[in-house]
């Protein structure tokens, strides 16, 4: 190789052989295995577990690169760095697969498990292999029924009857989180409802925590996840107003943000699904509300929830009184009022609100202004006044003229008839979590005639799932675990009574089982608990967690309530488990999402096999800031392998020896190295991963200088330039990364190398480049130091031959300073 850098590309770093010789030298040497007991301070690192769908993807090598980065360089920081992994391994589509294919899920999800294990290693990333787990292991999933034992002691797991979302194509039920558009997330088929019993935990309990418990994450999470979060949860601040109704004792209560519009209320909705509708409805209206109750449940939420959706409803042939005038108002049942959200039933005041304004107009009903704002009449145009103004036909509130007041002033005058309060609602939902499905986590309760829902005694966990091998799985409404083929599995005597009795069918979301398994990292293994205290004490919470942002909501917002209720049992000591968040953006292609109808696809293996895995995880890290989408078409993955030849050359040309002292060193190499080291550092820190490889690119091509044209190879500072690119290197790229180290004779392997520390003498700048502009263009760079003055500035600009040349003797009519960076002069006339 000539020291000239213009090597053939051939020689020099072969990208196949590197990783299988590394992958063996980072296995033996047990390179990325975290200690519990390390005296070094720790820090954990955390991927989002993958679901075992199939090989990896090209989503799996952007999310897991960009992991990699603080997971070494923390190592090399000086961290003990736990980077653990493990499976999703429970959930539908290894049933599908099983079903097509006649075979136990168990065997298509743990054969995928394989092949994205080796996948995984080859990818080269800093993982911590022994503490792999998987949720559908019965030591995993023991504990994901213990803890669910113990919500159902705190009241915190429960099951109801009610309308839930169900998916026709997958014949299981749906949490709110997983309908998308009113569609299934997964098969996208349209979701409708279904009275069903199922198993809630109370996740609502705690919708205030989760709310105020955000500001702890205003530093480490992205915005938009909170915002997500916080709309989801959707806090709605308002009053309950009981209205009596004719022939009934209890009174109805609906839920309104607006209390202050309650004189122009001319009508009540009850939502056609709620209990209270099928209370109210008389006699002869039952057939008409019947029929529309049915149609009603073939529409999809989506449907209901639009604004232009038609306003169907019928009467209930029920009349209500109005709290605060005494006057009498019908009842209907209409579907745009939804049956989960406040209190099922609404007043409908048809001037304020466009949704009831757009009822009255379909159905014939009064409207009656309230507040007077300027505005057209309502009544007229067919459009709601929504703002503030002058109240009118309100009793004691006549006169006002501020929402603030109105509604102060009526919540005054309901709580002195004790028919009414302020109150707050919100959006959330207790999470649905039973499944009608086998291949999950069986909850852990045994119905007993006599003593109804007994949980299964600890000592007798796990409840494993039956084989069923052979047996049909085909989705039928009710889950495998209630057929036939289960029926040995399922009889039980009670644990309380030991009569005959009956386990519980159904099985967790996986949701579930994601929710807790970081903390299972902590102590693989454990045999009497689900995790130990002093274990979470060395690691959690989580420094960095990085995953899609297709988890905004779900997946955070479950394992959040999971930690306050762990905290709540006295389990762990914090209140948020994951202190910083990532969201990695997707890889797409030609400007769309990858997928096998379009045909654009990216294979991963294919990638790597041509370009190597360095070369592939260079470009996914570069190609931008993390949290943007990589469009395959503008990368590429071929220059950045060349890239990679042009730094491993660099450790080819280096001929100091290997404890040579860089303070002797060429200087001015030395700046850019040191700026670089801390430069890197900091962006590494702000999550500009893609800028800190530029700035390694910049070193390399700084250091290729000094070689070729400046200090030459034999220089210390070249060794110390070399030395450090392969260490900043080895965070996106680590076969070349070790390969270099090597080849400068340093001790492998460089993630056990120590990141160094920038000196600060080195990091002073001692000049700057100073652009001078006449009329707007560059005429002159002059070298200045940084803390030179206008006055010192613009006398040095003028003083340069060029600029003195194009300013032609004319007389300079006004001077620009952006200091130090720029003088610039615009010339008179
Ligand atoms: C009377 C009223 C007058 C209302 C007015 C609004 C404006 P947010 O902000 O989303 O919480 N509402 C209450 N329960 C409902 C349900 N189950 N289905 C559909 N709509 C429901 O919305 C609260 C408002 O939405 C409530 O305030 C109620 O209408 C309606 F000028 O009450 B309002
Ligand atoms: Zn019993």
């Known amino acids: 190789m000539s020291p000239s850098g213009e090597a053939p590309e051939k020689a020099g770093y ?53 992991g990699d980065v603080p997971a070494r360089l923390w190592r090399m920081q000086g961290y003990e760095v736990m980077h653990p992994i493990g499976w999703d391994s429970f959930g539908l589509p290894a049933e599908n697969a099983a079903i097509r294919n006649n075979t136990h899920p168990a065997e298509w999800t743990y054969a995928n498990i394989e092949t994205q294990k080796t996948s995984f290693k080859r990818y080269g990333l800093s993982l911590d292999w022994t503490r792999e787990l998987h949720t559908s292991d019965p030591e995993y999933y023991r504990w994901t029924q213990w803890l669910f034992l113990r919500f159902f002691e705190r009241g915190l797991a429960y099951r109801k009857d009610g309308f839930v979302n169900w998916c026709p194509e997958d014949q299981t039920v749906l949490a709110n989180e997983q309908v998308v558009n009113g569609e299934c997330e997964r098969c996208h088929t349209a979701v409708t409802k279904r009275e069903l019993n199922q198993w809630y935990f109370r996740i609502t309990d705690y919708a205030q925590q989760l709310l105020d418990d955000m500001d702890q994450l205003e530093e480490g999470w992205p915005s938009r996840v909170l915002a997500m979060q916080r709309n989801w949860i959707g806090r709605s601040e308002g009053a309950h107003v009981d209205f009596v109704v004719d022939g009934r004792d209890e009174p109805i209560t609906v839920f309104t943000t607006r209390p202050d519009t309650l004189y122009g209320a001319t009508f009540m909705v009850v939502a056609p699904d709620a209990p209270l509708a099928d209370e109210l409805v008389s006699d002869e209206q039952r057939p008409a509300f019947e029929a529309y109750l049915e149609a009603v449940k073939k529409t999809t939420e989506i449907e209901r929830q639009s604004t232009t959706h038609d306003k169907t409803g019928v009467f209930l042939g029920a009349y209500a ?48 202004v309230v507040i007077e704002t300027g505005e057209a009449d309502p009544t007229e145009s067919g459009v709601a006044t929504a703002g503030d103004g002058v109240y009118v036909n309100s009793g004691p509130l006549d006169g006002l003229d501020d929402k603030k007041s109105g509604i102060a002033r009526v919540l005054e005058v309901l709580a002195e008839r004790g028919t009414g309060r302020a109150t707050i609602t919100y959006r959330l939902r207790d999470w649905l979590l039973s499944r009608q499905r086998f291949w999950g986590c069986p909850i852990p309760i045994i119905h007993c005639s006599s003593c109804g829902e007994v949980p299964v005694p600890d000592d007798q966990l796990p409840v494993e799932l039956p084989d069923l091998r052979g047996a049909d799985l085909a989705p039928k409404g009710t889950s495998p675990l209630a057929g036939e083929a289960a029926a040995g599995w399922r009889e039980v005597a009670c644990p309380r009574c030991g009569a005959d009795a009956e386990r519980d069918t159904d099985t967790m979301d996986t949701f579930v089982d994601s929710s807790w398994y970081f903390y299972r990292y902590c102590s693989p293994g454990l045999v009497m608990a689900p995790f130990d205290g002093a274990d979470l004490a060395a690691w959690m919470p989580v420094a960095q967690y990085v995953g899609g942002v297709e988890h905004a909501i779900l997946h955070l917002l479950y394992l959040r309530f999971v930690a306050k209720v762990l905290r709540d049992m006295g389990m762990i000591d914090f209140d948020e488990p994951m202190k910083r968040l990532l969201n990695q953006g997707q890889v797409i292609n030609q400007g769309k999402a990858m997928s096998k109808s ?77 700026r670089t080291i801390s430069d890197i550092t900091e962006l590494i820190g702000l999550g500009r991963f893609n800028v800190a490889v530029a700035r390694v690119m910049e070193l390399v091509n700084a250091t290729r200088k000094a070689i070729d044209t400046g200090c030459g190879p034999s220089d210390p500072a070249v060794r110390e330039a070399v030395r450090f690119t392969a260490q900043a290197l080895s965070l996106v790229a680590p076969y070349v990364a070790e390969e270099m180290w090597e080849v400068l004779g340093e001790e492998p392997s460089v993630a056990n190398s120590t990141w160094p520390v920038p000196d600060p003498q080195l990091l002073v700048t001692e000049s700057v480049t100073m652009v001078v502009q006449v009329q707007g263009k560059v005429r002159a760079k002059i070298e200045i130091a940084p803390g030179i003055t206008e006055q010192e500035a613009t006398a040095v600009a003028l003083a340069d031959p060029n600029v003195q040349r194009s300013l032609a003797g004319r007389e300079v009519a006004k001077v620009i300073c952006r200091l130090p960076r720029m003088v610039s002069l615009v010339p008179a006339n």
């Open 14 to 66: 072969d990208a196949a052989a590197a990783q299988v010789k590394w992958q063996a030298f980072w296995e033996r040497d047990r390179t990325f295995e975290a200690r519990n007991d390390s005296p070094k301070p720790h820090r954990y690192v955390l991927d989002m577990f993958p679901y075992p769908s199939g090989d990896l993807h090209m989503g799996h090598a952007e999310a897991y690169a960009m």
């Open 321 to 368: 009184t109005n709290p605060v005038n005494g006057e009498k108002i019908p009842l209907l049942a209409a579907d745009y009022v939804l049956s989960d959200y406040g209190t099922g039933a609404i007043m409908a005041v048809p001037a304020h609100d466009q949704r009831d304004l757009d009822f009255a107009r379909a159905h014939d009903l009064p409207v009656r």
């Open 598 to 674: 379009l045909g654009n696809g990216v294979d991963l293996g294919k990638q790597i096999d041509e370009f190597g895995v360095d070369a592939v995880r260079l470009t996914v890290v570069f190609a931008g800031p993390p949290e943007d989408d990589i469009d395959w078409a503008d990368v590429s993955p071929g220059s950045s392998l060349k890239f990679l030849q042009r730094a491993h050359r660099l450790a080819t040309d280096v001929t100091s020896p290997k404890d040579v002292d860089p303070g002797t060193g060429d200087q001015a190499l030395r700046r850019v190295t040191h």
